[in-house]
């Protein structure tokens, strides 16, 4: 992560909010555009059986009213370029939090400063995990994750934990690693009553960046629309 640094977090209404951190930079927004063709389509994202966690019981209709409804997706640089398609004016407020180099546990201590108490989160998705998986430490990577769960079992939303996605190039180590820990994610959002979102071999050829890890044009706009789609599926 860079040093000095901040981070924004952009919503989908007319006025921008900046609060200061200590590490992430800035979070970049993009306009809306259309899904690009890939000449195949596209089926929706699915959630396995893995059923998000709701919001505790005890709230009133009437609290919850009262509050600012704000639907959170928060995750490191994959994230990059997918606002567009989750950030629209015609819904609900829902924000794109990116935190370029980001490992779980930036995240956790990330969220303490994104979720504010005196707001309403229908839901929260939450994609990280490919810059921890360079260390092929899965054993870490499990932990890491297991703190973040306490984190967010304290918000009363719909907590959705996205598949880290494949990278190409990285040699047969990180490839294992990831299949790994992606198959113990799904257990453990079962065991914990979170959703787990899986992209499954999403990454067909063109959809990756010249680094072979971050997302190409065509592979953002895939990936925002899969994100995308799961939240309005959600909140219907």
Known sequence: MAQGGHWQQVSSGSRQCSTPAPNPPAVVIGN?????????????????????????????AATTANRKRRVVVVGDSLLRGTEA????????????CCLPGARIRDVTEALSRIIQPSDYYPMLLIYVGTNDTARCDTEQIKSDYRALGVRVKGFGAQVVFSSILPVKGRGLGRDRCIMEVNAWLRRWC?????????HGMLLQEGLLGRDDVHLSRRGKTLFGHRLANLVRRALN
């Open 85 to 96: 398609p989750i950030c629209r004016p015609d819904i609900s407020p829902q924000e794109v």
């Open 32 to 60: 809306r555009y259309a899904l690009l063709d890939t000449g195949k389509k596209e089926s929706p994202p699915t959630v396995k059986e893995e059923k998000p966690r709701t919001p505790k019981a005890g709230r009133s």
């Open 190 to 198: 079962r065991q914990e009553g979170f959703g787990f979102l899986d």
